[in-house]
């Protein structure tokens, strides 16, 4: 009995673990939270790029690693310049992905001339928001600690880490254009676990304290209703300044290029037209 299930176990290993796909990506990225109220929008889209390669586990399931490498970037002004909110607020900041996920395929391609899939998984990435000031200059967010992070005054406000974990799912849908490379389309969603892709959650610190305690720059990047005509006040400390109840999110729309490496031959594991088995 010992055996048998052993040779079970073996069998869909023997028969689809050889097959392998390297995977190319490109698109474009977006981003939705404090500073993009629209879930899924183009205004502050940017060029995406990735490279991975899949493993085929069952007929119907694989295995996929992937690296991504692409920026996001919101803004309290519109793209054609009409103000958002009163504190003038912006951000961009690159984002470098390392993702490891399973997806599930409706069928194997040998059966049907496309693919859909979906796919679900886990991912660490590095992001770093910075802003640029009046005259132009590149300021990271980060270390500023622009709602009082890490303040005496503040305890309950904590410094974020530039890693931080993501889950990441969507689908696609691949088309196979030769026995060894296909061309698809995918759109990929990244739930977060933090609020601070921004650099924008919760509630606005004292500006005094702010300016004393961090630096008179934290309290200008702050908020930047005063660089707007009728340079309207600062804040009252504690009034509103994000919404930590709704985390940020950011995703990517791609188109897909595979190229399959296949080294077990046999129509069994080919089906009958001779092509080698989806791997996502």
Not at 210 to 216: E, K, Q, V
Request: glycine residues 8%; proline residues 6%.
């Amino acid at each position: 009995m010992k055996k048998v299930l052993i040779l079970l176990l073996m069998f869909p290993l023997h028969t689809v673990a050889q097959s392998f796909t390297l995977d190319a990506y490109a698109g474009f990225s977006g981003y939705q939270g404090d500073l993009q109220a629209k879930r899924f929008s183009m205004e502050k889209s940017h060029p995406a790029i990735a490279l991975g390669g899949s493993w085929l586990i069952t007929p119907h399931i694989a295995l996929r690693a992937l690296g991504t490498l692409t920026k996001v970037e919101g803004s309290d002004r519109a793209s054609d310049g009409t103000l958002r909110n009163p504190r003038n607020l912006h951000f961009t900041s690159r984002i470098l992905e390392a993702q490891l996920s399973g997806a599930y395929f409706l069928f194997p391609a040998n059966e049907k001339k496309w693919s859909p899939y979906v796919f679900a998984g886990l991912a660490a990435f590095h992001f770093n928001p910075y802003t640029q000031s009046f005259n132009g200059e590149r300021i990271y967010l980060q270390p500023l600690g622009t709602e009082g992070q890490n303040l005496t005054s503040y305890p309950e406000v904590k410094e974020y880490k530039n890693v931080q974990l993501a889950v990441p799912f969507g689908f696609g849908v691949m088309f196979p254009l030769t026995d060894r490379v296909q061309l698809g389309a995918e759109f990929g969603l990244r739930k977060l676990f933090t609020d601070y892709l921004d650099d924008v959650s919760g509630v606005y610190a004292d500006s005094t304290i702010l300016a004393n305690n961090r630096s008179p720059l934290a309290a200008q990047m702050a908020y930047r209703g005063n660089e707007l005509n009728g340079n309207p006040p600062y804040p009252v400390a504690g009034s509103q300044r994000g919404n930590p109840a709704n985390k940020d999110w950011y995703y990517t729309t791609t188109i897909r290029l595979s190229y399959s490496f296949q080294w077990n031959n046999k129509k069994s594991v080919l089906g009958k037209t001779g092509c080698p088995a989806w791997s996502f």
